[in-house]
């Protein structure tokens, strides 16, 4: 059965700083998708990504997928505190129905000035 | 405008006394599934439905019951609450599969 690993679980940074999130899974999963979380809220969808080397961008975060290493990241350029959040990863349970996901636990994102 | 809506969001209960948290959405999505939120545990898939009258288990099921009779609709029905079951449930539809999925507001659930 799929599992999903994010690390770091916490990450604070500075503005304007890069960093990346990752992302691993334990067995074939077909593709990989990313979320958001503000505090308090409920959960916005922002990547899905569906093939090796898939690359998709959106302002400054830019998600992709290794499937031979089984790694997905989210990287952030540039951070911004509008992107304190938490961010999820999920995998679909590819040896189960096309309906099963499984999420990471979610890296909260801090961003300070 | 395109949403997916809860009822209730709160909701305070007694171990025992059945409840039923209702999911509905306007966007004429095939794809509708349940997840809760609990601290330290991230998201877990509780039931899911690729379309009406077709509904399959998550990897945490146990306690809960669905059904899907119509699209737009995905009632999650407790019907003996434990206070195990006291966490935030998230409802989300998309269309086709899990790809682009929109997220209900939560429904946040105390079993006393």
């Known amino acids: 059965e799929l599992k999903v690993e994010q690390n770091p679980l916490f990450l604070s940074m500075q503005e304007g700083k890069n960093y990346t999130i990752y992302c691993n899974y334990s067995t074939t999963s077909d593709r990989l998708y990313w979320y958001r979380q503000d505090p308090g809220k409920s959960l916005e969808s922002l990547f899905v990504l569906l093939s090796n080397g898939a690359v998709k961008q959106e302002g400054r975060l830019m998600a992709s997928l290794d499937t031979k290493a089984r790694l997905s990241t989210l990287h952030i350029t540039a951070a911004v505190h509008d992107l304190s959040a938490t961010y999820f990863c999920a995998g679909r349970n590819y040896g189960g129905s096309q309906g099963n996901l499984i999420f990471g636990k979610g890296t909260k994102l801090s961003v300070k000035p | 405008e395109a949403q997916v809506t809860q009822n209730p969001r709160y909701l305070i209960t007694v171990t025992g006394k059945k409840l039923t948290v209702t999911c509905s959405q306007n966007?004429?999505?095939?794809?509708m599934s349940w997840y809760r939120q609990d601290p330290g545990l991230g998201l877990r898939q509780i039931y899911y439905?690729?379309?009406?009258?077709?509904?399959d288990k998550g990897d945490v099921p146990e306690g809960y019951k669905v059904s899907r009779k119509e699209k737009r609709n995905f009632p999650l029905i407790l019907e003996s609450p434990s206070p195990n079951q006291t966490s935030l449930y998230f409802c989300?539809?998309?269309?086709?599969?899990?790809?682009?999925?929109?997220f209900g507001p939560g429904t946040r659930l105390t079993v006393l």
């Open positions: 966007m004429n999505h095939e794809y």
């Open positions: 439905s690729m379309n009406v009258e077709v509904t």
């Open positions: 989300a539809s998309s269309s086709g599969g899990p790809d682009t999925q929109y």
